[in-house]
C-alpha cells in the first residue's frame, strides 16, 4: 500500500440486517436475564383491548417498561395501581419495534407492608365514598337461625372450631361452601361463595341460608389479602343475606368487617354470636314457664274473688223477678184506675160541649140572615162608589170641555193645519200655494196660500190686537 492512500478499516467485515442485529441482542438479554425479580412503583399502568397490562416501573433514576400478557394479568395477586409498590418477577426481553428492553412480568406482590396498608386505606376511602360501609345498609341478625351458611376453607381448624361451637350451643342446620382463604384465586372464590348462597331459592332442594359467616384464621396482612379485595367487598355488600365476618384474630381488621353486617373478632366467636347457647334457652324458657305459671294462678285467683264479691253484691233472681212481678201488677193496676178515670172525664167534657152547641138548622138560618145583611150592605156601598164616580167622571168632563180649544173656536178663532192636519203657527211653514185645512167652530174649509205680499207693502195703521191674539198664540 503506497503511502498517503486512505485505508479502509473493516473492509472485509460482515454486516447484519437491523432485524438480525434485533434478534442477536434479545438472544443475549434473554439468556443474561432469564429470571429477575425487580423492586419498583408502578405508573401509568393501562389495560388495553385486548387484555394486555402495560405500565411502568420505576424508582428515583430509572424506568423499566413492563407487560403482563392476558393469560397472566388475571392472575397476578396484586393488581398495579398508580404509585403502588411493589417486587415484580419476569425476564427481560426487548421490542425491536421501538429499540428499547421490558420486563415481562409473570408474578408481582406488595412491596413492604407499608405499601399495603397504602393501599388498603385507599381502597377503603373509595368504597366509604359509595356507601358500602353505611350504618343504614346493616341488616338484623336473626336470633335463632335454622340454616347457616359458611363461607371458608374445608380442610382448616376454622371449620371444625365453627361446627363444634354450634353443635355445643344449639344444633342447627349447616352448609359450607369451601374456597381458598389466601392467595390470587382466594378472592374470586369468596366472592362466587357469597353470591351463590345469597341466589339460592327459598324453595330449592337445599334451603336458603338464615345467616352467612365469612371466616379465616389468622396471618399477615398479605395472608388475609383476599378478604380486602373490592369483588368480595362489593360481594358482602350485597348480600340480602346477614352477614357475619370473622377474619383473623381480634386485632386483625379487613375491608369486609366494614361491609358486613356483625364483626366477629374471631371465628370461633361468630358461632357464638349466630346462635344462642342450648342450656341458656332451656333455662330461660323454664324461667318463662314457670312466670307464666304464676302469672295464670295469680289471674285466675283474682278473678275468683272478683266473682265472689259480684255474687254476694247481685240478689236472687227469683226474688227480683217476683219484685218486678209485684211492681208490675200495681203499675196494671194504677193504669186501669187512671184510664177509667181519664174516660169519665172525657165523657163529661164532651156532654158539656153537646149542650153548648147549636143545632144545624139554627146555624143556617143564622148564617143565611148574616149572609142577606151583607149582600145588602154590599149592594148599598156599590151604587154609592157607582154615583161618586159618575160624578167625579162628569166633572172631568166639564173640566176637559172648559180646557178644550173648541171653546176657542168658539170665541172666533180659527186652526190652520196643514193636509196632514198638523197645526200651521207661522206663514213662513208653508210653502206658496200651498193647500191648507182652516177649521172654525162650525166647520172646516179648505185654502190656498198666496204669496207674502204682505211683507212688501206698508203695514197700515190698525187698532191694538185684542188681548184675545196673544190668546191665540198661546193655544198650541
Known sequence: MEE??????????????????SNAIKATVEGAFEFVRVRAEISRPTRAASGHLYFTLKDNWSTLAAVCWKTVAGNLAVQ????????????????????????????????????????????????????????????????????????????GAVIRDILHRLSDRFGVRVLVWGTLVQGPSAAPQVA???????????????????????????????????????????????????????????????????AADLRAPTPTAAAEMAVPVKSELVALMAELDARLTRA???????ASQLLKM????????????????????????????GLEQ????????????????????RQLAEAKGRLSELNLRLTKSMAIDFE??????ANVGRLLDANSFERVLDRGFALVTDQRGVPVKRSAELPEHANAVIRFADGQRHATFDSDAASTSPRPKSKPAPRQDQRQKDLF
Open 80 to 155: 398495579p395501581e398508580e404509585g403502588l409498590e411493589v417486587i415484580a418477577s419476569g425476564r427481560l426481553t426487548t421490542f425491536a419495534g421501538q429499540s428499547r428492553y421490558q420486563i415481562v412480568v409473570s408474578q408481582m406482590e406488595i412491596a413492604g407492608e407499608g405499601a399495603l396498608l397504602k393501599q388498603l386505606q385507599e381502597r377503603r376511602r373509595q368504597l366509604a365514598a359509595e356507601g358500602l360501609f353505611d350504618a343504614d345498609r346493616k341488616k338484623k341478625i336473626p336470633n335463632m337461625p335454622s340454616v347457616i351458611g359458611v363461607v371458608t376453607s374445608p380442610t
Open 192 to 258: 362466587a361463595a357469597i353470591n351463590g348462597f345469597d341466589s339460592m331459592p327459598k324453595d330449592g332442594p337445599l334451603p336458603r341460608p338464615d345467616l352467612l359467616i365469612v371466616a379465616r384464621g389468622g396471618g399477615a396482612l398479605e395472608d388475609l389479602w383476599a378478604f380486602n379485595e373490592e369483588e368480595v367487598v362489593r360481594a358482602v355488600a350485597a348480600c340480602q343475606i346477614p352477614v357475619i365476618s370473622a377474619i383473623g384474630h381480634e386485632t386483625d381488621t379487613t375491608l369486609i368487617d366494614f
Open 296 to 302: 295464670t294462678a295469680n289471674k285466675i285467683n283474682n
Open 4 to 21: 498517503g492512500q486512505p485505508q479502509n478499516i473493516g473492509e472485509n467485515t460482515p454486516y447484519f440486517t437491523i432485524s438480525e442485529l
Open 342 to 361: 181519664w174516660l169519665s172525664a172525657r165523657a163529661l167534657r164532651l156532654s158539656n160541649a153537646a149542650g153548648r152547641l147549636y143545632p144545624p138548622e
Open 388 to 393: 161618586r164616580r159618575q160624578q167625579a167622571v
Open 310 to 337: 259480684a255474687d254476694r253484691a247481685l240478689s236472687d233472681p227469683g226474688e227480683l223477678i217476683a219484685r218486678r212481678g209485684q211492681m208490675l201488677d200495681y203499675a196494671v193496676s194504677g193504669l186501669a184506675n
